[in-house]
């Protein structure tokens, strides 16, 4: 079987400035995949290549063997890609339940369709406020998604971002920002809601990181300077010097 | 995920009320109270001594259903897409041109169509002229959006005077509801068997427009003006989102132009020009685009401005604007935006105490309002009304204009009322935030 | 040869009048984001004030007081008015102006009349300048373009030689830069604003009577101002210029050449006659085309190439 996400000689520029130089990598189905790396290495960059929302300079994407290129963010999402972002983004004047229900409506089919009345579609509703208990929001249910705190909101956009059940999961920087008891709460739900998907993940809290991934790429320069288990990066030279490193410093 | 319990606001309460009897019996109350309110209405202008209905009340009253539908058409734009149109009125004049049109053929035998029907045909009209123009508009968003449509807007509006066989040049097109096909044998030779059927599809559209926002288009409406980028990532394209609310908003705009055929049984170059579009906006916003009902309540303080004041000056666009400016500075929301601000002080209890403050700030603005529209009477009088040889009267009392005493008498209330305004707003802001502030404190907040 | 040369020559003047109008509103829109409806008000604001003024104490007077008056008037509107609208975001900014374009478009019906009002051109400057092919070309045109060139000329060194030229020019291209860099962000604003009007008002000035000072002029302008606008490109003063001069050339062309889409057809040998479908659309002469040609280019502009001429970035 094909790789989840596969990336061949990936390269990005914004005018003169090369951002990602041919970066390769391969996601296989079912792991957990964290991209690590200093400030403006790209891994932001990178994120935003494959979920289609920048074009590529050059080099292929492929999900399941399928290439992307071309492909407008809401196709590559049907494909069976989902995003978070870095700085929150939700539907700040729709309540926590309609947020949740919004990113359930394509993928249970419904498309554009101004025939079928919410209200009545059981179904759909349970299994959003399934979630939203599972994303422990359930007595913020009714408020509007830009009244809540922060760590509230976070927590919703991971919820949006799983709730169509997508088979491949990005999640940029899910717990910046965000106190230590917070983050630990979100690692584990990360963890339940992406249980036997593709999942990569952008992050820079070292003990998330460890803690969640089966395999680590480390990005610098908009170059992949190493990409390994977990304990073989820790003990990686090049990976310490360039980054970790310094970090400890 | 966050613990902390104090920033939470109480059990929210349940949306989605279960379906059921007893929950649609309740929701449809409502519907029904407007329905007769708006059918027994006009008796209170009947004239008893001639029996006969006052027209005049009749046409205010049709202009405010087909107005209101207009408006809420432009509001699943505006309110609900975020899309700011400045040529709505094309998609409500098409439609208008269009019933027309199939009334004159129903009228010459060349096709069969009940009278009741009509608005119907105005709808389809107004989807098709939807579609089009909804393809080219919508492929851009927010200010780009609304240039484009002004450009729509502009160039059929000159197109209506260019080209004779659909628009009929200046005079428009001519009809007659009375074509002898109804699905109830009514003739609709009355304006108040016309009212009936105003009201009647202004209650289906209504109807129909508040379903569609529960619909996943309609969400999803909702979800691409918060944020077009979040909606592409679950799977929408936020272009085909616009383009299928746009058609369909379309359908219900040419709806009203529809029943704006039958009432007046011509359509011209009016129902298709900037100032039409300007009407739907200034209602939509001055009522609050941010509820479902704002619209209509602005569509019935626009039509009442419109029929109630310009029978004695042509300053209603003047006063209609200058309310607009206050809405967009002070009132973002519009009326229905500050009805609901008051909730939370209500849910509190506390409603009574806003009495007082409420009568000491409206005097002086009664004062300022005076003022100001005395200047404005004065001033057209002057320039435009005097021509007409009218005589200037505040209340029974005959004033000459050409005098320096309404001029000064004007400005005087307009500034003494605005600074007396500002003294006692400060008052009334300082009892509303201790208002507001118990409010929150008893929780209550949302 | 006779009626090229007359045309180019008021395509011209009529272009670089567009341009001092479409100036100030491309740098207002570049800047601040606002689509000024109220632009062309101003425009109007302008030939009346001057109307009045001129009516008094002469046209030389209120070819300077009137688009003082209207830059102060500007001023005001971006102080008191747009700033405060300003946190609700650029739909609410486009609300405002474009309310305050019905009130102003009221207030001068009611101040002035409903019917055009006697503005005319100053008798000092009412006289044939020079004949070409036996037509006269009217001194008050080229005054028109020498007022336009200095302006033209104004604008240009103020951008590139003064501070807050800088600062402006600056802020073009990156105009969420500005307030990072330390500088006074509502004044600039309210400079290029009050700047912007005062241009259009003398736009007005000179304009008003060379076309007629009526209250719909505003509405009949502002339309056409926002398609050079948008032709030129966001941020871009030279495509704003290079579209002002097209638009003007197009404008004026279209209104001389008296074809329709029918005579081109009988050049191939086909004749339109009323039983043509659609023959009402292909008899159109060209001069009613040209019309609806500023229309036509805004939707078609704005759907295929957002950043229009010579723009830095999308509209």
Same mark, same amino acid.
């Given at each position: 079987?094909?790789?989840?996400?596969?990336?061949?000689?990936?390269?990005?520029?914004?005018?003169r400035?090369?951002?990602?130089?041919?970066?390769?990598?391969?996601?296989?189905?079912?792991?957990?995949?964290?991209?690590?790396?200093?400030?403006?290495?790209?891994?932001?960059t990178?994120?935003?290549?494959?979920?289609?929302?920048?074009?590529?300079?050059?080099?292929?994407?492929?999900?399941?063997?399928?290439?992307?290129?071309g492909l407008?963010?809401?196709e590559?999402n049907?494909?069976?890609?989902?995003?978070?972002?870095?700085?929150?983004s939700?539907?700040?004047?729709?309540?926590?339940?309609?947020?949740?229900?919004?990113?359930?409506?394509?993928?249970?089919?419904?498309?554009?369709?101004?025939?079928?009345?919410?209200?009545?579609?059981?179904?759909?509703?349970?299994?959003?406020?399934?979630?939203?208990?599972?994303?422990?929001?359930?007595?913020?249910?009714?408020v509007?998604?830009?009244?809540?705190?922060?760590a509230?909101?976070?927590?919703?956009?991971?919820?949006?971002?799983?709730?169509?059940?997508?088979e491949?999961?990005?999640?940029?920087?899910?717990?910046?920002?965000?106190?230590?008891?917070e983050?630990?709460?979100?690692?584990?739900?990360?963890?339940a809601?992406?249980?036997?998907?593709?999942?990569?993940?952008?992050?820079?809290?070292?003990?998330?990181?460890?803690?969640?991934?089966?395999?680590i790429?480390?990005?610098?320069?908009?170059?992949?300077?190493?990409?390994?288990?977990?304990a073989?990066?820790?003990?990686?030279?090049?990976?310490q010097?360039?980054?970790?490193?310094?970090?400890?410093? | 995920?966050?613990?902390?319990?104090?920033?939470? &606001?109480?059990?929210?309460?349940?949306l989605?009320?279960?379906?059921?009897?007893?929950?649609?019996?309740?929701?449809?109350?409502?519907?029904?109270?407007a329905?007769?309110?708006?059918?027994?209405?006009? +008796?209170?202008?009947?004239?008893?001594?001639?029996?006969?209905?006052?027209?005049?009340?009749l046409?205010?009253?049709?202009?405010?259903?087909?107005?209101?539908?207009?408006?809420l058409?432009?509001?699943?734009?505006?309110?609900?897409?975020?899309?700011?149109?400045?040529?709505?009125?094309?998609?409500f004049?098409?439609?208008?041109?269009?019933?027309?049109?199939?009334?004159?053929?129903?009228?010459?035998?060349?096709?069969?169509?009940?009278?009741?029907?009509v608005?119907?045909?105005?709808?389809?009209?107004?989807?098709?002229?939807?579609?089009?123009?909804?393809?080219?508009a919508?492929?851009?968003?927010?200010?780009?959006?609304?240039?484009?449509?002004?450009?729509?807007?502009?160039?059929?509006?000159?197109?209506?005077?260019?080209?004779?066989?659909?628009?009929?040049?200046?005079?428009?097109?001519?009809?007659?509801?009375?074509?002898?096909?109804?699905?109830?044998?009514?003739?609709?030779?009355?304006s108040?068997?016309?009212?009936?059927?105003?009201?009647?599809?202004?209650?289906?559209?209504?109807?129909?427009?508040?379903?569609?926002?529960?619909?996943?288009?309609?969400?999803?409406a909702?979800?691409?003006?918060?944020?077009?980028?979040?909606?592409q990532?679950?799977?929408?394209?936020?272009?085909?989102?616009?383009?299928?609310?746009?058609?369909?908003?379309?359908?219900?705009?040419?709806?009203?132009?529809?029943?704006?055929?039958?009432?007046?049984?011509?359509?011209?170059?009016?129902?298709?020009a900037?100032?039409?579009?300007?009407?739907?906006?200034?209602?939509?916003?001055i009522?609050?685009?941010?509820?479902?009902?704002?619209?209509?309540?602005?569509?019935?303080?626009?039509?009442?401005?419109?029929?109630?004041?310009?029978?004695?000056?042509?300053? +209603?666009?003047?006063?209609?604007?200058?309310?607009?400016?206050?809405?967009?500075?002070?009132?973002?929301?519009?009326l229905?935006g500050?009805?609901?601000?008051?909730?939370?002080?209500?849910?509190?209890?506390?409603?009574?105490?806003?009495i007082?403050?409420?009568?000491?700030?409206?005097?002086?603005?009664?004062?300022?309002?005076?003022?100001?529209?005395?200047?404005?009477?004065?001033?057209?009088?002057?320039?435009?009304?005097?021509?007409?040889?009218?005589?200037?009267?505040?209340g029974?009392?005959?004033?000459?204009?050409?005098?320096?005493?309404?001029?000064?008498?004007?400005?005087?209330?307009?500034?003494g009322?605005g600074? +007396?305004?500002?003294?006692?707003?400060?008052?009334?802001?300082?009892? +509303?935030? &201790?208002?507001?502030?118990?409010?929150k404190?008893?929780?209550?907040?949302? | 040869?006779?009626?090229?040369? $007359?045309?180019?020559?008021?395509?011209?003047?009529?272009?670089?009048?567009?341009?001092?109008?479409?100036?100030?509103?491309?740098?207002?829109?570049?800047?601040?984001?606002?689509?000024?409806?109220?632009?062309?008000?101003?425009?109007?604001?302008?030939?009346?004030f001057?109307?009045?003024?001129?009516?008094?104490?002469?046209?030389?007077?209120?070819?300077?007081?009137?688009p003082?008056?209207?830059?102060?008037i500007?001023?005001?509107?971006?102080?008191?008015?747009?700033?405060?609208?300003?946190?609700?975001?650029?739909?609410?900014?486009?609300?405002?102006?474009?309310?305050?374009?019905?009130?102003?478009?009221?207030?001068?019906q009611?101040?002035?009349?409903?019917?055009?009002?006697?503005?005319?051109?100053?008798?000092?400057?009412?006289?044939?300048?020079?004949?070409?092919?036996?037509?006269?070309?009217?001194?008050?045109?080229?005054?028109?373009?020498?007022i336009?060139?200095?302006?033209?000329?104004a604008?240009?060194l103020g951008?590139?030689r003064?501070?807050?030229?800088? $600062?402006?020019?600056?802020?073009?291209?990156?105009?969420?830069?500005?307030?990072?860099?330390?500088?006074? $962000?509502?004044?600039?604003?309210?400079?290029?604003?009050?700047?912007?009007?005062?241009?259009?008002?003398?736009?007005?000035?000179?304009?008003?009577?060379?076309?007629?000072?009526?209250?719909?002029?505003?509405?009949?302008?502002?339309?056409?101002?926002?398609?050079?606008?948008?032709?030129?490109?966001?941020?871009?003063?030279t495509?704003?210029?290079?579209?002002?001069?097209?638009?003007?050339?197009i404008?004026?062309?279209?209104?001389?050449?008296?074809y329709?889409?029918?005579?081109l057809?009988?050049?191939?040998?086909?004749?339109v006659?009323?039983?043509?479908?659609?023959?009402?659309?292909?008899?159109?002469?060209?001069?009613?085309?040209?019309?609806?040609?500023?229309?036509?280019?805004?939707?078609?502009?704005?759907?295929?190439?957002?950043?229009?001429?010579?723009?830095?970035?999308?509209?």
């Open positions: 079987m094909s790789n989840a996400i596969s990336l061949r000689g990936v390269t990005k520029s914004f005018g400035t090369e951002i990602i130089r041919g970066v390769d990598l391969d996601i296989p189905h079912g792991q957990r995949h964290a991209m690590i790396g200093p400030n403006g290495a790209g891994k932001t990178l994120f935003n290549l494959i979920s289609g929302r920048f074009s590529l300079t050059s080099g292929t994407i492929e999900l399941n063997g399928r290439s992307i290129d407008a963010p809401h590559i049907r494909l069976g890609l989902s995003r978070s972002f870095q700085i929150t939700i539907f700040p004047r729709l309540t926590v339940f309609e947020n949740i229900r919004c990113g359930l409506l394509w993928a249970r089919g419904y498309r554009y369709s101004f025939w079928h009345l919410l209200g009545g579609q059981r179904a759909l509703n349970e299994e959003a406020d399934r979630l939203i208990e599972r994303l422990n929001l359930e007595d913020r249910r009714n509007p998604a830009g009244l809540l705190s922060y509230e909101q976070r927590a919703l956009e991971v919820g949006i971002t799983v709730a169509g059940g997508a491949i999961i990005l999640l940029d920087e899910p717990t910046a920002g965000m106190s230590h008891s983050t630990e709460y979100a690692v584990a739900l990360i963890r809601v992406t249980e036997g998907k593709t999942l990569l993940i952008v992050e820079h809290d070292m003990s998330v990181v460890f803690g969640l991934a089966d395999v790429t480390v990005l610098v320069y908009g170059e992949v300077i190493a990409s390994d288990v977990p073989r990066i820790r003990g990686d030279k090049a990976v010097e360039a980054y970790l490193g310094t970090e400890a410093a | 995920m966050s613990a902390d319990a104090t920033q939470r &606001a109480p059990q929210g309460r349940t989605s009320a279960a379906p059921g009897s007893a929950g649609l019996a309740r929701r449809a109350w409502p519907w029904l109270v329905i007769v309110a708006a059918l027994l209405l006009p +008796w209170l202008f009947f004239d008893w001594s001639t029996h006969r209905h006052s027209g005049f009340a046409t205010m009253l049709s202009e405010i259903g087909l107005m209101a539908i207009f408006a058409s432009f509001n699943m734009q505006m309110g609900q897409a975020g899309l700011l149109s400045f040529g709505h009125a094309i998609l004049g098409l439609g208008g041109y269009c019933a027309a049109h199939t009334m004159n053929a129903v009228k010459a035998g060349a096709m069969w169509l009940p009278v009741e029907l608005p119907l045909v105005g709808g389809l009209g107004g989807l098709l002229f939807g579609v089009l123009f909804g393809y080219v919508t492929k851009q968003r927010a200010t780009a959006f609304a240039m484009i449509t002004m450009g729509l807007g502009e160039l059929v509006a000159a197109c209506a005077l260019m080209f004779m066989g659909f628009f009929g040049g200046e005079g428009g097109i001519s009809t007659d509801r009375v074509i002898g096909i109804s699905l109830f044998g009514v003739s609709y030779s009355s108040w068997q016309v009212y009936c059927l105003v009201v009647a599809w202004t209650a289906i559209a209504v109807l129909l427009m508040r379903l569609q926002t529960q619909t996943p288009l309609g969400r999803m909702n979800a691409t003006r918060d944020n077009f980028e979040r909606a990532f679950v799977g929408y394209d936020p272009r085909m989102v616009r383009f299928c609310q746009f058609a369909l908003s379309g359908f219900f705009a040419g709806i009203g132009g529809g029943l704006y055929a039958i009432v007046y049984e011509i359509v011209t170059f009016d129902t298709v900037a100032a039409k579009s300007a009407t739907a906006l200034l209602a939509a916003y009522g609050g685009a941010g509820g479902f009902f704002g619209p209509f309540l602005g569509t019935i303080v626009v039509v009442l401005l419109q029929s109630g004041v310009s029978l004695l000056s042509n300053a +209603w666009l003047l006063y209609v604007g200058v309310l607009f400016i206050v809405m967009v500075m002070y009132a973002p929301g519009g229905v500050i009805i609901a601000q008051h909730a939370p002080i209500a849910r509190a209890g506390r409603l009574r105490e806003l007082v403050p409420y009568v000491r700030i409206l005097l002086p603005g009664a004062f300022s309002v005076f003022g100001f529209v005395l200047l404005v009477e004065l001033a057209s009088f002057t320039t435009i009304g005097a021509a007409q040889g009218k005589a200037f009267k505040i029974p009392q005959a004033v000459d204009p050409a005098t320096a005493f309404p001029w000064l008498l004007g400005a005087a209330a307009l500034i009322g600074l +007396w305004l500002r003294l006692e707003a400060r008052g009334f802001r300082a009892r +509303w935030d &201790a208002l507001m502030a118990d409010a404190a008893k929780g209550v907040m949302l | 040869m006779e009626v090229f040369l $007359v045309s180019l020559l008021n395509g011209l003047v009529y272009g670089m009048l567009l341009f001092m109008l479409a100036s100030g509103l491309t740098l207002i829109l570049s800047m601040m984001g606002v689509l000024n409806f109220a632009h062309a008000s101003a425009y109007m604001l302008g030939a009346y001057a109307f009045t003024i001129s009516q008094y104490i002469g046209f030389w007077p209120a070819l300077v007081l009137a003082l008056l209207c830059g102060t500007g001023a005001a509107i971006e102080m008191y008015g747009l700033r405060r609208v300003h946190r609700n975001g650029h739909i609410a900014e486009l609300l405002f102006t474009f309310g305050l374009a019905l009130i102003i478009e009221k207030v001068v009611m101040t002035w009349g409903l019917i055009p009002v006697p503005y005319r051109i100053p008798a000092g400057l009412d006289f044939p300048l020079f004949t070409v092919y036996g037509t006269q070309f009217p001194a008050y045109r080229a005054f028109m373009l020498l336009s060139a200095l302006m033209f000329g604008i240009w951008l590139t003064t501070r807050i030229g800088l $600062v402006i020019q600056a802020a073009l291209h990156h105009p969420e830069m500005v307030g990072a860099l330390g500088h006074n $962000v509502p004044r600039v604003f309210t400079t290029v604003f009050a700047a912007g009007t005062a241009l259009a008002g003398l736009a007005g000035v000179i304009g008003g009577n060379y076309h007629v000072t009526e209250p719909a002029m505003a509405f009949t302008m502002g339309p056409i101002v926002f398609v050079v606008v948008v032709f030129g490109g966001l941020g871009s003063l495509g704003c210029f290079i579209a002002s001069l097209l638009m003007g050339l404008q004026t062309f279209a209104v001389v050449l008296d329709s889409v029918a005579d057809l009988k050049w191939f040998g086909f004749t006659t009323s039983a043509t479908p659609f023959h009402e659309v292909l008899t159109v002469p060209l001069p009613r085309i040209g019309a609806l040609l500023p229309y036509v280019l805004l939707v078609l502009i704005l759907v295929f190439r957002p950043r229009g001429l010579m723009g830095t970035r999308d509209t």
